[in-house]
């Protein structure tokens, strides 16, 4: 599973939306550039740029600051929020974004989002909002379409899609959990990449978010920023997570480990003796580095 940390970009600054609503904005960094540099210094595999001038009011300015990320990073950037014409898709790729992440446009126009991913194969990323229903909500959680998320799955992964991001309207992810239901039926309908893009509350939902699965399918990624900013887990506590999911412990997790050290602690009196065990399962965790 991939790591992106979020910078959403309003003004020029870097903000944060508690509830996903811009005039409750609340600015983080006044250097965009400063702190993109910051998340993948700390273990960002990805970035996921939003364009909230674009999104809410059609405004561009923020163009060219999200060409110097793009240029600043040595780690693919998907950049979203307003991209609703053909024109400002080939703008941003032509800036070096690695995708361009869509939502309103796929679902009001999907004849012209097929064309679209015959131009630019694999380069187009659906982001989806979902309400507790999975109803699909557009234009900013504005409006309802009356279409479902199995639907729309179906109808876009047959137009080409790159990829998938899941968001649920209207959660607070700093005390609600992730929407585990719309994230399972996701990865079970489609091949594409799904990707976890409403953020978590902590560590435990990180956990849980790996260990949804669909046959041999999991989540490909997960979406952070404000949950690392209010200090619930550091972006480095997150990566090792991530990294810890791909390593294989013969028919063992990670987890299952770490599970298994506590217990065997509770039955052994010399501390020596648990204290090599847990060095030793660092040291799987390691890849076995000599």
């Known amino acids: 599973m991939e790591l992106y940390a979020r910078v959403n970009i309003l003004d020029g600054r870097a903000v944060r939306l508690p509830h996903g609503d811009i005039s409750e904005v609340i600015s983080l960094d006044d250097d965009p550039v400063n702190r993109a540099r910051g998340w993948v210094s700390k273990g960002a595999h990805r970035l996921h740029i939003v364009d909230l001038d674009a999104a809410a009011h059609g405004d561009y300015k923020?163009?060219?600051?999200?060409?110097?990320?793009?240029?600043?990073?040595?780690?693919?950037?998907?950049?979203?929020?307003?991209?609703?014409?053909?024109a400002e898709i080939a703008r941003v790729l032509g800036m070096g974004a690695w995708r361009v992440v869509i939502?309103?446009?796929?679902?009001?126009?999907?004849?012209?989002?097929?064309?679209?991913?015959?131009?630019?194969?694999?380069?187009?990323v659906v982001s989806l909002d979902v309400r507790p229903d999975l109803e699909i909500v557009i234009k900013g959680w504005t409006e309802q379409t009356g279409e479902y998320l199995e639907e729309t799955?179906?109808?876009?992964?047959?137009?080409?899609?790159?990829?998938?991001?899941?968001?649920?309207?209207?959660?607070?992810?700093?005390?609600?959990?992730?929407?585990?239901?719309?994230l399972e039926l996701a990865i079970?309908?489609?091949?594409?990449?799904?990707?976890?893009?409403?953020?978590?509350?902590?560590?435990?939902?990180?956990?849980?978010?790996?260990?949804?699965?669909?046959?041999?399918?999991?989540?490909a990624g997960l979406v952070v920023g404000r949950e690392v900013t209010a200090g619930r887990f550091s972006m480095e506590e997150a990566a090792r997570a991530l990294s810890e999911a791909g390593i294989a412990f013969g028919p063992w997790s990670r987890p299952d480990?770490?599970?298994?050290?506590?217990?065997?602690?509770?039955?052994?009196?010399?501390?020596?003796?648990?204290?090599?065990?847990?060095?030793?399962?660092?040291?799987?965790?390691?890849?076995?580095?000599?």
């Open 62 to 86: 923020n163009r060219g600051l999200i060409g110097d990320i793009i240029k600043a990073v040595d780690v693919p950037v998907q950049v979203g929020g307003g991209i609703r014409s053909e």
């Open 103 to 124: 939502g309103t446009l796929a679902m009001i126009d999907q004849v012209l989002f097929w064309e679209l991913n015959r131009k630019y194969p694999h380069r187009l």
């Open 153 to 182: 799955l179906i109808n876009l992964s047959s137009g080409g899609a790159a990829g998938f991001m899941i968001s649920e309207v209207g959660r607070d992810a700093l005390s609600e959990p992730p929407n585990y239901e719309a």
């Open 188 to 219: 079970g309908i489609v091949d594409e990449p799904v990707v976890a893009a409403g953020g978590v509350r902590d560590c435990d939902d990180i956990a849980r978010l790996m260990a949804i699965s669909s046959g041999d399918k999991k989540l």
């Open 257 to 290: 480990l770490d599970a298994a050290i506590v217990k065997y602690r509770s039955h052994i009196t010399d501390e020596a003796d648990a204290d090599a065990a847990t060095t030793f399962v660092e040291w799987l965790g390691s890849g076995g580095a000599e």
